[in-house]
């Protein structure tokens, strides 16, 4: 890699409790021009994070003295840090683990054990990501209407009935792009190539959890939508509302 390559500035915090992992992620992520920083526990992580905010964090849930769902809560709290794309990752397979990390604010999980490589290229799509959102020029966006749900992306603020909805980082951006090409079917391929920087070869379910926050907050009975549609099979519809 050339020295002077936008990915050689670009820092990533490691916090885990497992020093051979951490040494694994760290080479790793050097290996690709990353300046990679590590915690070992919650405490720390925050603390690290708080000083010097890294441009995306890897985050294990299960650490000593603060576990990294209240991590993610914390950080997320914070104006300096509220922004940074968390990659939570977990020994656990359940489904409610992945559900609570993603509801505390983290953008994507990976269960251990994991594809080292597969990491590296999610970490490379969350910077890419970052890095044209941070470099776009903001637009004179409208308001978005539908029904009861207004959205407003210049001042990153929604309305349900008139009455303010809190969203994550990622379920406004889902929402934005839902609502902006209201009628049209996006796939979860289009999803995570434009929300997460994705590509089409890493699989994962993150698409379809934030979904289902998404129905809760917006939807009258989530169970039964009108506004964002399942299209089996394919993907989402946002279905405009009069």
Request: hydrophobic share 45%; charged share 30%; aromatic share 6%.
């Amino acid at each position: 890699m050339e020295k002077g390559d936008k990915t050689s500035r670009r820092t990533v915090l490691v916090v885990d409790d497992e020093p051979d992992l951490v040494k694994l992620l760290a080479f790793n992520l050097e290996k690709e021009g990353y300046i990679v920083h590590v915690a070992s526990s919650g405490a720390d992580a925050v603390a690290a994070a708080l000083q010097s905010p890294p441009d995306l964090m890897i985050l294990d849930v299960m650490l000593p003295e603060l576990d990294g769902l209240e991590v993610c809560r914390r950080l997320r709290a914070f104006e300096q840090t509220a922004s940074i794309p968390i990659l939570m990752l977990s020994a656990r397979r359940e489904e409610l683990d992945k559900v609570l990390g993603l509801e505390m604010g983290a953008d994507d999980y990976v269960v251990k054990p994991f594809s080292v490589r597969e990491l590296v290229a999610r970490v490379r799509a969350m910077l890419r990501r970052q890095e044209r959102l941070l470099g776009s020029v903001p637009e004179q966006d409208p308001a978005l209407i539908s029904g009861d749900l207004a959205l407003y992306p210049e001042r990153h603020q929604a309305f349900v009935r008139n009455t303010p909805c809190s969203l994550t980082l990622k379920e406004f951006s889902l929402l934005h792009l839902l609502m902006a090409n209201a009628g049209k079917v996006m796939t979860r391929e289009i999803l995570l190539e434009k929300v997460w920087g994705y590509e089409a070869d890493i699989d994962t379910r993150t698409v379809d959890v934030h979904i289902r926050f998404l129905r809760q907050k917006i939807e009258e009975d989530p169970a039964v939508p009108v506004y964002i549609e399942t299209v089996r099979g394919v993907g989402y519809r946002f279905a405009k509302r009069g």
